[in-house]
């Protein structure tokens, strides 16, 4: 059967996006690749169509047995010989599948990095035909990425002990010294690169200055997603566990996932964030990784991830199914000493510290930046946009900037007359004149700069500090457990005046957006008429039921993309169902029948209505 056929029948996908059909024909063609595609933009059809088509096995390394599970409850309800091989399984099973590998009876087969080399498993392999390794997650091999995992780096063995088996090494996030060490590290030799465009055109990027966290959450949740599933990321366990229990009192099925759970609760609540709808994850950076759900409408960060890679990753959870989503954040500068804090106390070295502290500040700037945010994270992955986006918090409510030099030499200028000893608070307070304890004991109120900024309040203080640091005018200090602040040359341009300083004028709460740009909604083939929209709640009772059924997630029976198209096009036969997005022939032969059931009795009833 042809790639193209094997799209159509399988998988119900009229055409391949992007460099899909080249990467797929490269891989048939025995070369290795790396390929860099946003998250929800196809990558496992990459390698999964390869193992169809081609003779023999296609084995599919990936970090997490939960994707691995659902991955393949996909594929067999698309008629794919698929099967995954990890501990959760019981030995007999096991043998069976190992049996099943070595008589050629499978086309694809997940498996964990750690048991990929494991005696038994790597015996069978041998005497297997394997047709290709995919490395999901390829990140994982690199030590300066966001998600190091040391038993990736065994994965070079590949190259020895299957010569000529074709590797093909995904990953949604990695810049360019990243991609240079998966080369390296899984020894890609004369490798094929391909590289999507990172851009997410669906999400909806949106940035505020922590304040009441719990608050801002609750108002952002009810204004825009008070129906939705969706995760918030925390920072510690103890904030997950507050977290969810004040969405829960709020009256949303909220659930806590972190690394201190009891793994039966852990596995609980994936299970059913993943099975369930409007569940709302609480989680740690413990949750996340390899989550295939396509209908996550948001993520909420209630602190600053640590790098660009982690926040495109962990944001690019929402919207897999191409349909509007929305990336929220609040954080402040409590995030950024608490983020140094965690890295310069780490294990790493000094240029692992070094690394780290400046991915954070690149962090920093996005969060601080007055452009299109949307070009600031395709500009860190290499990618540049000439346009801005018109979809995210800039672009729909662009920010005021003033000259903001005087203020900058004014704060500044009391760091320099407090010997640089001091923190950013005690600045503030010396700025605006308050005689607090601090500033009595060290005789502050005698100082030039003493009150000189009492017009400005603390917040907005703190503002001109968090820009000025982002821009490098600043330095941090970090000494027993303590913060200064300090000066460098960049500091005495703006002091002396060549250098002016562009400032953004800063609100307590920026307007947010409660409805979706117009430019994320030509994502939605169109908008659902009321009639419409409650023959797809019926669709979704019945996928649900389904699921329960089959013992799989909701959306590997159908996702929501499927379910609309289903709901537009209205087929009244099982050929015209062919015409459906998402329904290939298998999905067709299980379901074809009861959709079209639903779909006439939807009709019928809103005509009796009508009548």
Not at 189 to 207: C, K, L
Not at 280 to 298: C, D, Q, Y
Not at 581 to 595: A, M, Q, S, V
Request: glycine share 6%; aromatic share 8%.
């Amino acid at each position: 059967m042809s790639i193209q056929k094997i799209l159509k029948n399988i998988f119900g996908y009229d055409h391949f996006l992007g460099s899909q059909e080249e990467i797929i024909a490269s891989v048939c063609q025995k070369k290795d690749c790396l390929v860099l595609m946003p998250t929800g933009g196809g990558k496992s059809v990459c390698y999964q169509i390869p193992s169809i088509q081609m003779h023999g096995t296609g084995i599919v390394v990936s970090p997490l047995i939960a994707l691995m599970h659902d991955q393949v409850s996909g594929l067999k309800n698309n008629g794919v010989r698929a099967e995954f091989y990890n501990s959760s399984l019981p030995h007999d099973q096991r043998d069976e599948i190992l049996n099943r590998l070595e008589k050629q009876e499978i086309d694809l087969l997940y498996v964990a990095p750690e048991g990929l080399f494991k005696e038994r498993f790597l015996h069978s392999l041998k005497k297997a035909n394997v047709c290709l390794f995919a490395i999901d997650e390829a990140h994982c091999v690199s030590q300066w990425g966001h998600d190091f995992r040391p038993e990736y780096l065994k994965l070079s063995e590949i190259t020895t002990e299957f010569p000529g088996v074709p590797k093909i090494a995904l990953t949604a996030t990695a810049d360019k010294k990243t991609r240079q060490e998966i080369v390296e590290k899984l020894k890609l030799t004369e490798h094929a690169s391909f590289i999507a465009s990172f851009d997410r055109p669906n999400i909806t990027y949106a940035i505020e200055i922590k304040t009441q966290p719990s608050a801002q959450l609750l108002k952002y949740i009810k204004d825009n997603h008070p129906d939705d599933c969706g995760i918030v990321y925390c920072l510690s366990r103890k904030k997950v566990e507050k977290t969810a229990k004040f969405l829960s009192e709020q009256g949303f099925e909220a659930l806590p996932y972190h690394a201190g759970l009891p793994f039966a609760k852990r596995e609980e609540h994936q299970s059913r964030f993943i099975n369930e709808e409007n569940i709302i994850i609480v989680a740690t950076i413990a949750f996340g990784l390899g989550i295939n759900k396509p209908n996550v409408r948001f993520v909420a960060h209630l602190d600053m991830p640590s790098s660009m890679e982690a926040y495109y990753q962990e944001t690019g959870r929402a919207g897999r199914d191409g349909l509007p989503a929305s990336a929220w954040m609040i954080y402040g500068l409590q995030d950024v000493v608490l983020r140094r804090k965690m890295i310069f106390n780490s294990d790493g070295d000094l240029t692992h510290q070094q690394v780290s502290s400046a991915k954070l500040n690149d962090m920093l700037a996005f969060c601080e930046t007055t452009s299109c945010r949307r070009k600031v994270i395709l500009r860190y992955f290499g990618e540049m946009r000439d346009s801005d986006c018109g979809n995210c918090d800039t672009c729909l409510h662009p920010m005021d900037t003033l000259d903001g030099t005087i203020l900058a030499q004014k704060f500044l200028s009391c760091i320099y007359r407090s010997e640089q000893r001091f923190g950013a608070g005690h600045i503030i307070d010396i700025l605006r004149g308050k005689e607090t304890e601090k500033v009595s004991r060290n005789r502050h109120q005698e100082l030039s700069t003493f009150g000189i900024g009492s017009d400005l309040s603390e917040f907005e203080w703190k503002s001109v500090f968090r820009q000025l640091y982002v821009q490098g005018y600043v330095q941090v200090i970090e000494s027993d457990g303590y913060s200064t602040l300090g000066l460098d040359k960049e500091s005495y341009k703006i002091l002396q005046g060549e250098d002016k300083f562009k400032l953004r004028k800063e609100t307590k709460t920026r307007q947010q957006t409660k409805k979706a740009s117009k430019k994320a909604k030509k994502l939605i083939e169109t908008e659902l008429s009321t009639k419409q929209a409650a023959i797809f709640d019926s669709l979704k009772e019945w996928r649900l039921e389904k699921a329960r059924e089959k013992g799989m997630p909701a959306y590997c029976v159908s996702d929501d993309k499927s379910l609309r198209n289903l709901v537009i096009k209205s087929p009244q036969s099982l050929d015209e169902m062919h015409e459906v997005f998402g329904f290939g022939e298998k999905k067709i032969d299980l379901y074809g029948e009861d959709l079209l059931i639903i779909l006439n009795n939807s009709e019928r009833q809103n005509q009796s209505v009508q009548e």
